[in-house]
């Protein structure tokens, strides 16, 4: 799979994910400001938790428009076997479980992307542990995020 459609393919999961995000953050949101909500005695925290609710998902909401914005402005970097991994790397590991296919992307990560030879790539973000681990190592390095593993690839 070319790294254009790995793209389009996460930009497209994002969009659908904020839409849902933002019906949730604005149902949450009216939830929250609605006459069920107030407080009946000094122990109800119903209203209370509705706005908890409606903040953390309105903050994801965010995370999720930042995150898409970041994919739709992203140019592709060209790698070669020995240039260090950066975003946009496609990085193939090789450990004792087997080989494990990973997309630097911008932005957010934790999606899995199936392909054509029943394998699959796992976006990751630079925030994550292995993804931190991952940038600036080349062909031959050995990581230790999630287990011993070497990378054999980067394209």
Known sequence: MNKIAILQLIARRLESDLEQASDAAIESAESATHEESRAEGKYDTRGLEASYLASGQAR????????????????????????????GA???????????????????????????????????????????????KSVGDRIQAGGDKTIIRIS
Do not use: W, Y
């Open 60 to 87: 994801h909401a965010v995370e999720l428009r930042e995150s898409l914005a970041a994919v739709k402005n992203f140019s592709l970097p060209d790698f070669t076997q020995s240039s260090p991994i950066a975003l």
């Open 90 to 136: 496609l990085v193939t590991l090789l450990s004792s479980q087997g080989r494990e296919i990973f997309f630097l992307a911008p932005g957010m990560g934790g999606m899995e992307i199936p392909c054509d030879d029943n394998s699959t790539i796992t976006v990751i973000s630079s925030r994550s542990p292995i993804g931190n681990e991952l940038l600036g």
